[in-house]
T-cell receptor, first 116, second 109 residues
Framework: GAVVSQHPSWVICKSGTSVKIECRSL??????MFWYRQFPKQSLMLMAT?????????EQGVEKDKFLINHASLTLSTLTVTSAHPEDSSFYIC????????????FGQGTRLTVV | GENVEQHPSTLSVQEGDSAVIKCTYS??????FPWYKQELGKRPQLIID?????GEKKDQRIAVTLNKTAKHFSLHITETQPEDSAVYFC????????FGKGTRLHILP
């Protein structure tokens, strides 16, 4: 089946630094990928839609200058959390869709970000 | 905008009994309704999905029903087992997936 790989699986960074998370579709091309954030005991909240070769589309309330998204190829999207603060600590998950008789979403394994 | 309501937030059932989780959605144009199981610290795992051209789908102990007129869909797990304990999310979307708030299911011994 389709595989989406996310890296790193966990990261600890100091407050004020930036962190980059990668999301790769390993065996299919994805013109669109999605980034979610999940706080403890909460649901996955869609942050933005990453579009290959163009600007990302951000959901309401998500700061585009803080969460930089780049989708430079059909198999890679990156999310950079800039000037991270402790409140940015969360579980970040990406997904990509594949057409299988209809759209089906495939998720990366997630990245646990801890800002200290 | 899209909105998915999920109930209950927590559900405890005796092992062997059935569990039912219900969701409603607001976007009448939605055609795809997946259900995910998520274990702590892991990615959501698709357990079953339904598309708008059918009203019910079953896969062994898991079934999903869809009522497009009422805009609600439900997950049914029969003969529950300890390994069914997890958080379950309903979702909707033809492109971007919008999740419900989740149901923490506890299977009691």
């Amino acid at each position: 089946g389709a595989v989406v790989s996310q890296h790193p699986s966990w990261v600890i960074c100091k407050s004020g630094t930036s962190v980059k998370i990668e999301c790769r579709s390993l065996d299919f091309q994805a013109t669109t990928m999605f980034w979610y954030r999940q706080f403890p005991k909460q649901s996955l909240m869609l942050m933005a839609t990453s579009n290959e070769g163009s600007k990302a589309t951000y959901e309401q309330g998500v700061e585009k200058d803080k969460f930089l998204i780049n989708h430079a190829s059909l198999t890679l999207s990156t999310l950079t959390v800039t000037s991270a603060h402790p409140e940015d600590s969360s579980f970040y998950i990406c997904s990509a869709n594949q057409l299988r008789g209809g759209i089906e979403a495939f998720f990366g394994q997630g990245t646990r970000l801890t800002v200290v | 905008g899209e909105n998915v309501e999920q109930h209950p937030s927590t559900l405890s059932v005796q092992e062997g009994d059935s569990a039912v989780i219900k969701c409603t959605y607001s976007d009448s144009a939605s055609n795809y309704f997946p259900w995910y199981k998520q274990e702590l610290g892991k990615r959501p795992q698709l357990i079953i999905d339904i598309r708008s051209n059918v009203g019910e789908k079953k896969d062994q102990r898991i079934a999903v029903t869809l009522n497009k007129t009422a805009k609600h869909f439900s997950l049914h797990i029969t003969e529950t087992q300890p390994e069914d304990s997890a958080v379950y999310f309903c979702a909707e979307g033809d492109d971007k997936i919008i999740f419900g708030k989740g149901t923490r299911l506890h299977i009691l011994p």
